[in-house]
């Protein structure tokens, strides 16, 4: 005979016995007491789905499983293909564009200091240091966090200026006050992917080395074996759209932050671009209405 196990606390239903021909009590038990214990055996038999059966062609995974390839290690990150930073300088030509566009009213001082240093600096890191991701320099390294804190600190201080303004009284024009925080929302976007693409698992070097750190970032083709080729990883556009994301949802959305520097950096860009667009978009229409 099979007892049926005591009710659990605040459920509608008990246990509902019932009498077999042989003679066995068999125990109906609750749909939510079954949900429970077909949730664990599933959870079960998915974590002891390791070794490998089958071809690449009777399951196409891109190729993940004839790569003999752990998926830990695919979470921690393979070694990066060799990619240009071409991409990245570019993005912060665009970021420095954008800061020549503002009106005089969000510049702290004179305009030109900014956007010459920015210059300067690019010049030197366009004809003294790789142009390629394998190739390490400690010179570019340093001379590319300078230039993107030089970049985010003039952001934030536009950004606060603009704000500042606004609750001063100081604009009336609707369309400027517009155009000024697209062009600080854009520099952030730009920004904080040039934060990401340098923090990442060591720097974009870093990422060649096979005994590189800790991944920053869980990208979906970490996550999710056969989602991505076995070799994937992740370009400067990859970061790029992932501080797109954070900037428009004001939270992470497909990538995930693994570490405290990435959280606190995506948390800054959120509350960022969470000012630029509530504050500053709610006053431009009221001005424009």
Known sequence: MIVSPPCALGSRRPATPRASAAGFVHVKFPIRWRNRLRSRLMAAESS?????TGTPVDSPDGGFRASGLRSEALAWGVPAADRSYWPARAAIVVAASLYLVLPDQLIPGPRWPVPALEAAILLILTTFTPHRTKQASALRRVLVVTLVALVTVANLANLGLLVHALLQGGVENGRALILSSVAIWLTNVIVFGLWYFELDRGGPNQRHQPSH???DF???????PGAGRPEWSPAFLDYLYVSFTNATAFSPTDTMPMTIVAKSLMGVQSAASLLTVALVAARAVNILT
């Open 218 to 224: 869980l990208f979906p083709q970490m996550a999710t």
């Open 213 to 215: 750190r800790e991944p």
């Open 48 to 52: 002891n789905v390791e070794a490998p």
